[in-house]
């Protein structure tokens, strides 16, 4: 072989700068692909695509006008959303809703004590932000907050009366002496180094102010200080007792689901390891108790518990008659939430039993350690499609004449001051788009969940 045959021919041309990255073509990615490919792919998806755009176009340009462009904002009665009044064609009566707004909220409850109520949203709203909050500092102290505290809070201040009164003052009085007790440990180390010694004082002079007391003892202060300034907020107007008969509005149906949220979960995991369990008896009166409650419609559980019950007991221990369908709503969503939780429970494999034991776990701490964290974690789904059935559910209890949001809606429809046409088309879009944020707010929020408890099994 010569020289010249092993010798490579020279390039013409040779690229040295990289070219830029040039976008996909339109049919692979971008707008258009999406259409074809989910709207577009094949014949049956055409005829639905071409239905859904037949049904869009016939019916929000008319939503639209009739709730936005026609709509009444502003009145104070009837003639504001009348057309023969206002001389043109009207549509939603958003000015009902304005003007009957504090009543959907409060129900009849009484004006000069709604501070009460707004008190108990306070406090909800804080305590969920504590909880959903994933960086919140003091998350224990939020747990006890929301699901110790802020009940009690609440039964204490909506309701009332003297012995509400005499329980608040009793806890500002005991803040206030375990204020001045505080004080004197804090300023006057003698008296701390004389009782407890000196080592105990250079231990406890170390920590910050408000690192002094742990544990049950901080949960207790914290406790004694909520319900010290309740009562500093109700010392001068009082707490006179309003009956439960003139709670209504969002402040009922938010009372309903709270409480079917908190303690349906508990219960049914509860009824979940009873069904599991080895015990006869007790898996017997777990199975016993979920089927019966999840072969009745809620319906039938709220008629029970407030006609029936009441036939059972003296009239003088009759529970009330809100806590009645309290209670039924309660035990009726932690029946169905025992079989969510059970689903959960039979999808952990057996090797995370094992290993457990093979720790030296007992039953309790590798459930409560193992194997429920895991279990709750595949069901976070199920247990809030449960708890957005039981919030739409609570629509249920104005058959038993309970006053909650929805009803209080259907109250007004009857009001000749806001009798027009539109009136009660109106009602029911205001309690629509109520009941849409709650559950829309509450899948949201089980979707951000979900993504990051799964951020580290991604593979």
Not at 69 to 77: E, I, N, Y
Not at 193 to 205: K, N, P, Q
Not at 274 to 280: D, E, T, V
Request: glycine share 8%.
């Amino acid at each position: 072989m010569t020289d010249a045959t092993t010798e490579m021919a020279p390039y013409a041309f040779v690229r040295k700068e990289t070219l830029e990255q040039q976008p996909a073509p339109l049919s692979v990615a971008g707008p258009l692909a999406w259409v074809r490919q989910h709207l577009l792919s094949s014949p049956l998806n055409i005829a639905l695509t071409l239905l859904g755009l037949y049904l869009v176009i016939d019916t929000v340009p008319g939503l639209v006008r009739f709730y936005f462009l026609d709509a009444v904002w502003s009145g104070t009665s009837r003639d504001a959303c009348l057309a023969e009044k206002v001389g043109r064609p009207v549509g939603a009566c958003w000015a009902y809703i304005a003007d009957r707004f504090q009543y959907f909220i409060y129900g009849s409850y009484p004006i000069a004590q709604r501070w009460r109520v707004n008190i108990v949203f306070a406090m909800f709203a804080l305590g969920v932000a504590w909880l959903l909050w994933t960086n919140a500092p003091k998350k224990k102290l939020g747990i006890f907050f929301f699901f110790v505290l802020m009940p009690i809070s609440a039964y204490v201040l909506l309701l009332g009366g003297p012995g509400a009164e005499r329980f608040l003052s009793f806890c500002l009085t005991l803040t206030l002496a375990l204020a001045a007790l505080y004080v004197i440990l804090s300023f006057v180390p003698q008296l701390v180094r004389f009782y407890i010694g000196g080592a105990a004082l250079a231990v406890v002079e170390q920590l910050p102010v408000w690192k002094r007391f742990f544990g049950p003892k901080q949960l207790v202060l914290f406790a004694l200080v909520v319900f010290g300034f309740l009562s500093l907020l109700a010392g001068s107007p009082g707490l006179p007792r309003v009956d439960t008969g003139l709670w209504g509005g969002m402040t009922v149906t938010f009372l309903i689901a709270a409480v079917g949220i908190v303690f349906s979960l508990p219960l049914g995991v509860v009824l979940a390891l009873g069904r599991r369990s080895k015990l006869p008896i007790i898996q017997l009166l777990s199975v016993i108790f979920i089927e019966f409650v999840r072969g009745v419609p809620l319906i039938t559980v709220l008629f029970m518990a407030n006609t029936m019950l009441p036939l059972f007991v003296p009239q003088e221990y009759s529970p009330d008659r809100l806590l009645r369908p309290l209670v039924g709503v309660a035990l009726f969503a932690a029946a169905y939430m025992a079989e969510v939780v059970r689903g959960g429970l039979q999808a952990m494999p057996k090797g995370q039993y094992e290993g457990a034991m093979s720790l030296g776990l007992g039953y309790w701490s590798m459930m409560r350690l193992i194997v429920l964290p895991q279990a709750l974690r595949i069901v976070i789904p199920g247990i809030v499609n449960t708890f957005i059935g039981l919030f739409k559910d609570t629509t249920l209890v104005t058959i038993v004449g309970i006053f909650d949001f929805l009803r209080t809606i259907e109250a007004t429809l009857v009001d000749p001051t806001w009798a027009t046409p539109t009136t009660r088309a109106t009602g029911y879009a205001f309690a629509a788009v109520f009941y849409f944020l709650c559950c829309w707010g509450m899948s949201r929020y089980s979707i951000a969940v979900e993504k990051r408890l799964a951020a580290g099994q991604k593979r």
